[in-house]
Each structure stands twice: as C-alpha cells, then as structure tokens.
C-alpha cells in the first residue's frame, strides 16, 4: 500500500491542523495506522497509532491534544492536532502495516508515506 501525507503548514503556537494520510493500491482496513514525527536533529518518534478497531494510543507528548481516526470507506487516516506548541515542529508521516498500536515502534511498519511538514511558530 502506498501512503501520503498532507496537510501540514505553518501555524502560530495555539493553533490547529488537520494532517491526512491517503492510501492507494491496497486497503487500511486491516492495518494499524501510526503517525510518526522526526525534528531536525532527533530521531523519529512515534505520535500516535489507530488499530484496525479503532483502538488508539498517544505519545505522553501529544495526549490530550491530538487526535487519531480512520475513515475506511475512503481509505484515509487523520491526525488532528490542536493546541500547538514550538516543540510539535516536525516532519510528519504516517505508517502502515499489521502492528499491535499497544508498540508501534517505527521499525515495526513497512509501509511509509512521505512526510508533511509542521511548523509551529509565531
């Protein structure tokens, strides 16, 4: 399955977006669906990840603020962040594959999409 990330932009401290991840060539419907960010700098680390049952998990970062969902019948995934911070400045990308969303480590998804950037700043 082939992934793509969109929806990112430059936004002030605060603030919201809404980031999409579009999948061609195969079905989300039975794959677990994580987001993950990487800053300049730092290593890739895992936001968020949304089970083929709609079960889901945040990064402590990210709990309260962001929110994960699915949409199979249009074979799309989202991430709304809210509440924005400096520190949420990354390269954004989304991941699929057959992974329990209680370890969505990166290494475990083989299915990546290019990444949309985030930039939080006023």
């Known amino acids: 399955v082939q992934l793509q990330a969109s929806g990112g932009g430059l936004v002030q401290p605060g603030g919201s977006l809404r980031l999409s991840c579009a999948a061609s060539?195969?079905?989300?419907?039975?794959?677990?669906v994580g987001w993950f960010r990487q800053a300049p700098g730092k290593e890739r680390e895992g936001v968020s990840c949304i089970s083929p049952a709609d079960g889901t998990n945040y990064a402590d970062s990210v709990k309260g603020r962001f929110t994960i969902s699915r949409d199979n019948a249009r074979n799309m995934a989202y991430l709304e962040t809210n509440s924005l911070k400096p520190e949420d400045t990354a390269v954004y990308y989304c991941?699929?594959?057959?992974?329990?969303?209680?370890?969505?480590?990166?290494?475990?998804?083989?299915?990546w999409g290019e990444g949309t950037q985030v930039t939080v700043s006023s």
């Open positions: 060539g195969g079905t989300l419907d039975y794959l677990a």
């Open positions: 991941a699929a594959d057959k992974v329990p969303c209680e370890h969505y480590a990166a290494n475990y998804f083989g299915n």
